[in-house]
Each structure stands twice: as structure tokens, then as C-alpha cells.
């Protein structure tokens, strides 16, 4: 199949079932990262005052750490999960700092190296194709990805791996396109999803990134952009919209992770499918977002603590939603604002979808809650997937019901 890619013009057009990618890459495969996580820990803390949240944000400051949740130190107060990525040389000083200001933690992951190295060689002995010619219970490399793949219609945009360590979007938007090809015939929901609605695909939004957690940094977060003043590279994709771009959760330094980048849109990925969306503004009546981990399925204001105007629809599709998910494996997810059952972040693609007349915005945090974190095994990418098409056609149902 011949897939479309954004933003060269009438190719993207109106579409039943697009995939949308920026670039292609000449493949190249380094899944064991030269060895560089070896003695790495992930480690788990909950401050339970806010000495400790400021203790825990001094000696942040002074170790090169990685965090998983939350997305920054500013968002540690008491009470808060903390995971934190510490490499093997400052896990000892970190660790010693814990005990001495006798602050609680859990070590989740004791050797990260480890835990690559298994799921590499389940990787590697897994068959990477199906009797249908391709497995979508295991993760892909972008080239992997690059291979696969009319009259007015209402649409649904879905986007995966806005951030790139987060390899679970993927997964899952390439697992929706397969249930709507085998199921159209079977399931007269599905039937009736795609011949009432186009669905706009975009299985990996950051390909810069994506790749290079495959090749560099499997934690890596932002995009891949150069900066001219600084060595450190990329964009946070979800603080670079120009909707109260670098408030509030977004950071100006161009080493952070939640960096806002130089100006609204500067990066190619986001300027690209926000002129997509802003084309087709009146047409798109749902976007998604999926994301990990957490658990959450989130929606507008991520920038504020307000009430969005058309609350009480979207308040029920996502209370619908969610558990339509929990009744597949009894898995619990929030809901509600991102401000209030997340945290405060501006410039996200959420909001930005929101503010531009899209009706139904909603950022999914899929599983887990932290036990594997980013690396979530590709045994859970079935079950995961599953449940998550339950919430996705339940939201998607509701846009052809009368609520609007």
C-alpha cells in the first residue's frame, strides 16, 4: 500500500484511512544501545512532605537524572509519584542521599541494562511476521512502520509517539488500522465507524525522535531538532503549539525536557499536521492523542484549571470510555481535565485541538502505572491495544450520536 505523506498537498486529502508519516529512514538497528544503561536504576519516590519535594528537587538539580514521571521537577510537590532514571554512577550518591534525609523510595528496575538485553532477545526470537505477513504484537522500528501500512464526512485524527520513548502510541495506532481492516466485514460497529467517518492516522508523530530511541537512547523524549546556541537536541512535540506556548509545565532551556522550542511551531512535525488540522478544522471532530504511561484518558484544559464549554459531553464520553476499557481486563483508568488529573502544561497538542474548534479532544496515558514504565513488555501490547480499541470506538460511537 502507497501511503500519503503530510504536508505535500493533494495526496493528504480526504482519505477513509491515512497513514501519515515526514521521512524515511535507511534502516539501522542498535538495540542494545552500546551497553550504556548498564547499572542503571529506576527508582520510585512519593514525597510525603514538601521538605522532602524540596530536598528531592535540590539533588535532581545536581545529578544527571532521568525523569519518567513527572515530565519536570517543577511538578514534584508532596504526594507526588516520582520515577526517576539514574544512571549506575549517581544511583549510589542518590541512594545514600535517600537514606540520610530518611526519604522512602522503591527501587523499580535495579540493572535498566538488563531489562533491554531480555526484551531485545524476546525480541529477536519472537517471529516478526504473521501468517498475514507482519506481527503487530511486537514493536517496530520506524522502517518497520514505513513498510505498512472522498464525499464530506465528519473525521477522527489519532496521533502516536508525540514523544518517543513512549513506544506503546505506535503500537497501538498500527493495531488500530489492522482491527479496522479485518474487522469491517465481523463488526458492525467498526462498519459503521468508517463508512460515517475518515480517520486521519499518524502512527508516529516524532520520527526524528523515535528513531533515535531506537538506535541512541531508548528514553529519549523530544524531537531531534539542532539548536545553534546549545549541543543539547530537540523540541518537546507537546509544548510547541501555539496555545499558551512556554507557560505554565514548559521550559525555555533548550536542554530540558519539556523545552518549548524557539518559537510556537518550530518544529517541522508540529507545523506540518497543525496546518493539516487547521485545513480541516470544520471536518475534524475528534483528535487523539496517545501517549504513556499513567493510565489516564485526559482531557481539555491542560494550560488551566477551568471548565471547557461543552463539559458535560465530553465528561460522559470519557466516563463511557473508560469503562468500556476496564470491562476487556478489569484495568482502571482516570479521567478528567489534564490540569487537574495530570498536571499544568502549556502549548500541548490537546489544547491546541481544542482552542481550534475540534470538539473532542483527548490525550490517552496508556498502561502502565509505573511497574514497567516506558518499557512495557510486548506480552502487554495485545491486551493494551485491546482495551484501548473498547475506548476508542466508544468515544468514536458517541460523535454519531447527538451530542456534539
Not at 530536598?55 to 520515577?83: K, R, Y
Amino acid at each position: 500500500m502507497n501511503l500519503p505523506v503530510i504536508p505535500t498537498g493533494r495526496r493528504a486529502a480526504l482519505l477513509p484511512l491515512c497513514l501519515l508519516f515526514l521521512k524515511t529512514w535507511v534502516p539501522v538497528h542498535s538495540y542494545l544501545y552500546n551497553n550504556r544503561y548498564a547499572g542503571d536504576k529506576v527508582i520510585r519516590l512519593v514525597p510525603e512532605s514538601e521538605r522532602e519535594a524540596q530536598a528531592l528537587n535540590a539533588i535532581f538539580h545536581q545529578l544527571t537524572v532521568d525523569l519518567w514521571q513527572p515530565s519536570s521537577i517543577f511538578h514534584i510537590s508532596e504526594g507526588t509519584v516520582t520515577d526517576v532514571h539514574v544512571p549506575g554512577n549517581s544511583s549510589q550518591i542518590l541512594l545514600s542521599y535517600l537514606q540520610q534525609a530518611n526519604i522512602k523510595y522503591t527501587i523499580i528496575i535495579s540493572d535498566l541494562q538488563k531489562v533491554i538485553e531480555k526484551q531485545s532477545g524476546l525480541r529477536s526470537c519472537r517471529n516478526r511476521r504473521s501468517v498475514l505477513g507482519y506481527n503487530y504484537e511486537v514493536y517496530h522500528s520506524l522502517e518497520e512502520l514505513g513498510k505498512r501500512s472522498r464525499p464530506y464526512k465528519r473525521a477522527v485524527w489519532i496521533d502516536c509517539g508525540i514523544h518517543a520513548r513512549e513506544w506503546i502510541g505506535p503500537a497501538f495506532c498500527q493495531w488500530f488500522v489492522k482491527e479496522a481492516l479485518q474487522t469491517y466485514q465481523s463488526d458492525p460497529a467498526m462498519r459503521r465507524m468508517l463508512n460515517q467517518l475518515y480517520f486521519y492516522i499518524m502512527p508516529v508523530f516524532n520520527v526524528d525522535g523515535y528513531h533515535f530511541s531506537w538506535t541512541n537512547d531508548r528514553f529519549w523524549r523530544k524531537t531531534r531538532s539542532k539548536n545553534s546556541q546549545f549541543r543539547c537536541h530537540g523540541v518537546d512535540a507537546n509544548r510547541n503549539w501555539k496555545v499558551k506556548w512556554c507557560d505554565e509545565g514548559a521550559s525555555f532551556h533548550p536542554c530540558d525536557d519539556t523545552y518549548c522550542g524557539p518559537f510556537p511551531e518550530s518544529e517541522p512535525e508540529v507545523k506540518a499536521v497543525a496546518h493539516f488540522l487547521r485545513k480541516r478544522r470544520k471536518q475534524i471532530k475528534a483528535y487523539l492523542s496517545f501517549h504513556a504511561y499513567a493510565q489516564m484518558l485526559l482531557y481539555p484544559y491542560s494550560y488551566k484549571y477551568a471548565t471547557i464549554p461543552n463539559f458535560s459531553c465530553v465528561e460522559s464520553a470519557a466516563y463511557n470510555a473508560v469503562n468500556a476499557l476496564q470491562s476487556a481486563y478489569g484495568i482502571r483508568y482516570r479521567y478528567g481535565p489534564a490540569s487537574s488529573t495530570l498536571y499544568v502544561s502549556s502549548g500541548s497538542s490537546m489544547d491546541w485541538a481544542y482552542k481550534n474548534g475540534i470538539p473532542y479532544a483527548f490525550a490517552f496515558e496508556l498502561r502502565d502505572t509505573g511497574h514497567f514504565g516506558f518499557l512495557l513488555p510486548e506480552t502487554l501490547i495485545k491486551p493494551t491495544c485491546t482495551e484501548t480499541m473498547l475506548a476508542v470506538k466508544n468515544i468514536t460511537m458517541h460523535l454519531l450520536k447527538k451530542c456534539h
